[in-house]
């Protein structure tokens, strides 16, 4: 089992529309969690951290994380083509290493 | 904003070559990182730092070997650069453990 799990899509949802992209991890002692964005051609930028269970809002963003079922999602409302990208999760896990999921793509399409 | 500025964004070597690609960070990081990323594999970490003159392996540094003289830059060497070496690297910094990392632009380097 990868450490870090996630589709590779692509995810493709008309615009207006609710992007769901999921995450799971088998490292029951990873702490913290993170979603990077990054577009084609470009280096990933981080847009949302995530370091208890629950809900984590900013903006049309919102990440979820419940570690007793070991997944962390990230919720994008009201999908924009700019948000065309492949979405990065990382999480901090044993020997404070972070590690990646090889990513999903999101298509918005217009 | 924080700003990690890699040296080139794109490089083209030749097979025995010893490379350097330079990395510097303007906000006062403590922990730098060296990545590679290829299409299927993701992100894959070569080596980290914690401090200035601290380097760590981290899972493929196998032909590459790091120095970190001062905090704000940190440089990655392929000693005999190869063709499998060819990728995209990207160095990144944060301000410490549990933080998100930010990312420089990349360099694409292409050993033929």
Redesign the interface.
């Known amino acids: 089992q990868k450490e870090v799990e996630q589709n590779s899509g692509p995810l493709s949802v008309p615009e207006g529309a609710i992007a769901s992209l999921n995450c799971t991890y088998s490292d029951r002692g990873s702490?913290?969690f993170?979603w990077?964005r990054q577009y084609s051609g470009?280096?990933?930028?981080?847009i949302m951290?995530i370091?208890s269970n629950g809900d984590k809002e900013d903006g049309r963003f919102t990440a979820q994380l419940n570690k007793a079922s070991q997944y962390v999602s990230l919720l994008i409302r009201d999908s924009q083509p700019s948000d065309s990208a492949t979405y990065?999760c990382a999480l901090?896990g044993g020997y404070?290493?972070?590690t990646?999921?090889?990513?999903t793509k999101l298509q918005v399409i217009p | 904003d924080v700003k990690v500025t890699q040296s080139s964004r794109y490089l083209v070597k030749r097979t025995g070559e010893k490379v350097f690609l330079e990395c510097v960070q303007d906000m006062d990081h403590e922990n730098m990182f060296w990545y590679r990323q290829d299409p299927g594999l993701g992100l894959r970490l070569i080596y980290f730092s914690y401090d200035v003159k601290m380097k760590e392996k981290g899972d493929i540094p196998e032909g590459y070997s790091v120095s970190r003289e001062k905090k704000e830059r940190f440089s990655l060497i392929l000693e005999s650069a190869s063709t499998n070496q060819t990728s995209m690297y990207l160095c990144a910094s944060s301000p410490g453990t549990g933080h998100g990392y930010t990312f420089g632009s990349g360099t694409r380097l292409t050993v033929v």
């Open positions: 702490q913290s993170f990077y470009k280096s990933p930028e981080l951290s370091y990065l901090l404070q290493k972070v990646f999921g090889t990513g």
